[in-house]
């Protein structure tokens, strides 16, 4: 009993001194590599474009939150296709893919600063041979014996280094990145949404253009015609008037091609077969909102691309971190406890416990300068990745600077296009009065028709312009200039 007793304490002692230095060396461990430092990007305080935006008012409090910034234009069909498509865009589903794959990859990584145990059992059956080298049999027979062990072993690599936790620290980016490209995508294809819807609403309002012209066209044939048959025009006005109405009909079919498409890549968006959707003719295109003055450019943070970049430079730094561990010793401490017995009556009787422990490092003396060239090329992704955010700050800025300007001058160009309908229309009411007057030939009439269906086309893909410019502002500024969202 004091021998079992005494193998009992030397086994608890092992263990104790085991998970003692092990801690101790995790605790007093250092993490080589750099530390992640939040990258610098030369972004002024405020956009120039926003200095004069549509609107008077400073940014307004926080109203509109980044999952439904597409509120803002008070649209209840565009609320529903937006609906559909966070829930169904397979673009999306694929982005959440990913999400779910770095996060398992974060979980793996984490693992690795835990112990590995497990059991292994065996059992054996052995004959050894009666004239053996070094025969423990001092009567001279051959020995057949079994051979029960059920042991639990346990390997542990302390981290004294870092290398587990750097590696860590990357795979932990690598899905916060994957978590922000998510929330890109989700932008990405909810302003794709909007754009498409915006640009059918244009071309219904074009279709209406052109059918009330077929119709002032067909007047204006039906005229010429008669006219022609009292003698009062010539075969050429008839023909004038036949092909400028045939020319228009074109035009419309080739329209109704364009909304067709439009519709079609719509249902795709919103993770539906083509023939599911039908998008009936909506009302005349909308007024975008009004854009405040004064838009810091720290709302560029909102953006998930930069959030993106900014994730992808600190997974960089830490491989750093896993590249230089490298040059140093790797240290292991394995452990066995368990039973051992030739009887598996008497398996589990104390007398037969069985424990070790032992501890390694595996150091690396010549690699042929492998490990030199994984530093380099830790470090050259860094400054890839370094550039790359800098790059994907800048490019913002122009993305929100365009869209400001755009929104601008297409404000003004569509009060100047408004007054160039007006003059269009007069011009054609007079071209028109003076044709029945006699006074001029009907092509006068046709370049008149032909100016106000210009015009009015211009019009209306000036209005969707605008629309779409509006969308395209607010992506660039990750969701709109209201509301807040959490990095």
């Given at each position: 009993?004091?021998?079992?007793?005494?193998?009992?304490?030397?086994?608890?002692?092992?263990?104790?001194?085991?998970?003692?230095?092990?801690?101790?060396?995790?605790?007093?461990?250092?993490?080589?590599?750099?530390?992640?430092?939040?990258?610098?990007?030369?972004?002024?305080?405020?956009?120039?474009?926003?200095?004069?935006?549509?609107?008077s008012?400073?940014?307004?409090?926080?109203?509109?939150?980044?999952?439904?910034?597409?509120?803002?234009?008070?649209?209840?069909?565009?609320?529903?296709?937006?609906?559909?498509?966070?829930?169904?865009?397979?673009?999306?589903?694929?982005?959440?893919?990913?999400?779910?794959e770095?996060?398992?990859?974060?979980?793996?990584?984490r693992?690795?600063?835990?112990?590995?145990?497990?059991?292994?059992?065996?059992?054996s059956?052995?004959?050894?041979?009666?004239?053996?080298?070094?025969?423990?049999?001092?009567?001279?027979?051959?020995?057949?014996?079994?051979?029960?062990?059920?042991?639990?072993?346990?390997?542990?690599?302390?981290?004294?280094?870092?290398?587990?936790?750097?590696?860590?620290?990357?795979?932990?980016?690598?899905?916060?990145?994957?978590?922000?490209?998510?929330?890109?995508?989700?932008?990405?294809?909810?302003?794709?949404?909007?754009?498409?819807?915006?640009?059918?609403?244009?071309?219904?309002?074009?279709?209406?253009?052109?059918?009330?012209?077929?119709?002032?066209?067909?007047?204006?044939?039906?005229?010429?015609?008669?006219?022609?048959?009292?003698?009062?025009?010539?075969?050429?006005?008839?023909?004038?008037?036949?092909?400028?109405?045939?020319?228009t009909?074109?035009?419309?079919?080739a329209?109704?091609?364009?909304?067709?498409?439009?519709?079609?890549?719509?249902?795709?968006?919103?993770?539906?077969?083509?023939?599911?959707?039908?998008?009936?003719?909506?009302?005349?295109?909308?007024?975008?909102p009004?854009?405040?003055?004064?838009?810091?450019?720290?709302?560029?943070?909102?953006?998930?691309?930069?959030?993106?970049?900014?994730?992808?430079?600190?997974?960089?730094?830490?491989?750093?971190g896993?590249?230089?561990?490298?040059?140093?010793?790797?240290?292991?401490?394995?452990?066995?406890?368990?039973?051992?017995?030739?009887n598996?009556?008497?398996?589990?009787?104390?007398?037969?416990?069985?424990?070790?422990?032992?501890?390694?490092?595996?150091?690396?003396?010549?690699?042929?300068?492998?490990?030199?060239?994984?530093?380099?090329?830790?470090?050259?992704?860094?400054?890839?990745?370094?550039?790359?955010?800098?790059?994907?700050?800048?490019?913002?800025?122009?993305?929100?600077?365009?869209?400001?300007?755009?929104?601008?001058?297409l404000?003004?160009?569509?009060?100047?296009?408004?007054?160039?309908?007006?003059?269009?229309?007069?011009?054609?009411?007079?071209?028109?009065?003076?044709?029945?007057?006699?006074?001029?030939?009907?092509?006068?009439?046709?370049?008149?028709?032909?100016?106000?269906?210009?015009?009015?086309?211009?019009?209306?893909?000036i209005?969707?312009?605008?629309?779409?410019?509006?969308?395209?502002?607010?992506?660039?500024l990750?969701?709109?200039?209201?509301?807040?969202?959490?990095?």
């Amino acid at each position: 009993m004091r021998k079992l007793r005494h193998r009992h304490m030397d086994v608890s002692r092992l263990t104790s001194f085991a998970l003692t230095a092990a801690l101790t060396v995790m605790i007093s461990g250092c993490m080589v590599g750099p530390n992640y430092h939040v990258p610098s990007a030369p972004v002024p305080p405020a956009f120039n474009g926003s200095t004069t935006g549509t609107s008077s008012e400073t940014v307004p409090p926080a109203a509109i939150s980044y999952s439904d910034w597409w509120k803002v234009f008070h649209d209840p069909v565009l609320d529903d296709f937006e609906i559909q498509g966070d829930s169904a865009n397979r673009d999306i589903k694929i982005a959440i893919a990913h999400v779910d794959e770095a996060t398992a990859l974060t979980s793996s990584a984490r693992s690795y600063l835990f112990p590995t145990v497990g059991a292994a059992p065996g059992v054996s059956r052995t004959r050894e041979a009666q004239n053996r080298p070094n025969n423990g049999n001092t009567n001279g027979h051959a020995a057949t014996y079994n051979d029960i062990v059920l042991p639990l072993v346990a390997s542990y690599e302390v981290d004294a280094w870092g290398r587990l936790r750097r590696s860590l620290q990357a795979a932990r980016a690598t899905q916060q990145a994957s978590e922000a490209d998510l929330r890109f995508v989700r932008l990405e294809t909810e302003t794709t949404i909007a754009i498409d819807y915006y640009s059918l609403r244009e071309s219904d309002q074009e279709l209406r253009i052109l059918d009330r012209t077929l119709a002032d066209l067909q007047q204006g044939f039906d005229l010429t015609t008669s006219r022609f048959q009292h003698g009062l025009s010539s075969d050429l006005e008839v023909a004038q008037a036949k092909t400028l109405l045939d020319q228009t009909a074109a035009e419309k079919q080739a329209l109704e091609i364009q909304r067709a498409q439009l519709e079609h890549a719509l249902a795709v968006l919103l993770g539906r077969t083509v023939e599911s959707l039908s998008v009936p003719i909506l009302p005349d295109n909308p007024t975008p909102p009004e854009t405040p003055v004064g838009l810091p450019a720290d709302l560029l943070t909102r953006r998930p691309d930069i959030a993106e970049s900014d994730r992808n430079v600190a997974a960089a730094t830490a491989r750093i971190g896993v590249a230089k561990a490298a040059y140093f010793p790797q240290i292991s401490l394995t452990g066995l406890v368990g039973y051992e017995s030739t009887n598996a009556v008497s398996l589990l009787n104390w007398q037969n416990t069985i424990a070790s422990l032992a501890a390694s490092a595996t150091a690396p003396i010549f690699t042929g300068g492998r490990l030199r060239a994984g530093v380099d090329q830790a470090q050259a992704a860094y400054r890839e990745s370094l550039a790359q955010y800098e790059k994907t700050v800048l490019v913002s800025y122009q993305e929100v600077e365009d869209q400001l300007s755009a929104l601008q001058y297409l404000s003004n160009q569509s009060r100047s296009q408004a007054l160039a309908v007006a003059d269009s229309e007069r011009t054609e009411q007079i071209a028109m009065q003076r044709y029945k007057a006699g006074l001029v030939s009907y092509l006068d009439v046709v370049i008149a028709q032909q100016s106000v269906l210009s015009n009015e086309r211009t019009s209306s893909q000036i209005a969707g312009q605008r629309m779409t410019a509006s969308v395209v502002l607010i992506k660039s500024l990750g969701g709109g200039w209201t509301g807040s969202r959490t990095p």
